[in-house]
Structures are given as C-alpha cells and as structure tokens.
C-alpha cells in the first residue's frame, strides 16, 4: 500500500462530505419555493415517521408556493401538522388531498438567521473534512513506521493531504459566498 491508495480511500469521504453540505444548504429557505424545503420533514403515518416525501408528491407550483399531492386522504391532517410544526415557518392549507404552502418572504432578520445557520453547516463539514484529513495523515504515518513507504512518500502524502483539504475547504468557502447571497437577495 502507497501514500496515493491512503488518499485514493479517503478522498471519496471527502466528496460524500461536501454532498452531505450540499443536501445541508438545499433545506435552508431562501424566500423561493424549493422542495427540498420538505426534505427533512417526517410525517406520522401508520404508527411511525415517515419522510414526506413517501406521503405523496411534493412540487413547485410558483415561485412562492410549494404543493404536496397526499396519496391516502386520510394522510391530509398529519401531513399539514408535520409541516406546520416542522420550524420552517410556513402555514399550509388543504384543499382535499392537495395541500398548499405558500412561502412567505424573509424578514431581514429571517435572513440574518438563515446565514448564521449556513455558515455553521460550513464551519461543521470543514471539520469532518479536517478529520479525513487527520485519518490520512495517520494512515500515512502508519505506512511509514511499517517500513511499507519512505520518508519522502510519508512528506509527498501529507502535502497532498493538505492539497485536498484546502481543495474541498475552497469548494464550501463557495457554497456558503453563493447560498448568503441567495438568502440576502429580496
């Protein structure tokens, strides 16, 4: 084993931690309908919490207003509840099997909030990529008291560590710039 199959192991961690950022930004309102807005809301249904989405059809019908389709009407008054007490801040209203839930638009101080909030998810997933980081370079390290690497292998792996850390630190440093400026836009 080589300091290139360690980094070869734990870059795929890495990118399954800036698409878990990702899925992170996409629940965060932005005063736009998005039905990712829904994604984290679990419905009571048949003695246990089940993902909204496996309820009935949730989607976009304007800028400002998300539907959700329930399939079994008798559905309709625990998915209302659930997303009305999801904290998202939203109000929907059934209309037979359908329910509407339009989006209000941020207070300045929603919007400050929800900032805060992304900035946070930020600062978390930099740290579990710190933390790959830190597996890495032990990795690497342990490879070298073995006798399996040299000294130059064990220095050319823990560049390259270093390289990859600051390569997905930089692609959430945009995620965040972008996702603060979708919130701040009125």
């Known amino acids: 084993m080589t300091a290139r199959d360690v980094i070869q192991k ?3 961690r890495m990118k399954k931690t800036i ?5 992170e930004l996409a629940s965060i309102r ?18 246990s919490q089940m993902p909204l989405k496996q309820v009935g059809n949730v989607g976009v019908l304007d800028v400002h207003t998300l539907t959700v389709q329930v399939w079994d009407k008798s559905m309709v008054g625990a998915t209302e509840r659930a997303i009305r007490d999801a904290g998202l801040g939203l109000n929907p209203s059934a209309d037979g099997q359908n329910i509407r839930i339009s989006i209000p638009p941020l ?11 992304t900035k946070k998810f930020g600062e978390d ?14 990795e690497v390290e342990k490879l070298e008291k073995e006798k399996q690497i040299g000294e130059d292998e064990l220095k050319r792996g823990k560049k390259d560590a270093d390289d990859l850390l600051h390569k997905y630190e930089k692609q959430i440093t945009e995620l965040i710039a972008q996702k603060e400026k979708e919130i701040m836009e009125v």
């Open 107 to 117: 207070t300045e101080e929603r919007r400050k909030e929800f900032v805060k909030l």
């Open 125 to 138: 997933s930099k740290v579990s990529l710190r933390n790959h980081r830190r597996d890495l370079i032990h």
């Open 30 to 47: 932005t005063g736009k309908a998005t039905t990712a807005l829904l994604d984290r809301v679990k419905v009571e249904a048949y003695g």
């Open 10 to 12: 734990i870059e795929p």
């Open 19 to 23: 698409e878990a950022f990702q899925h």
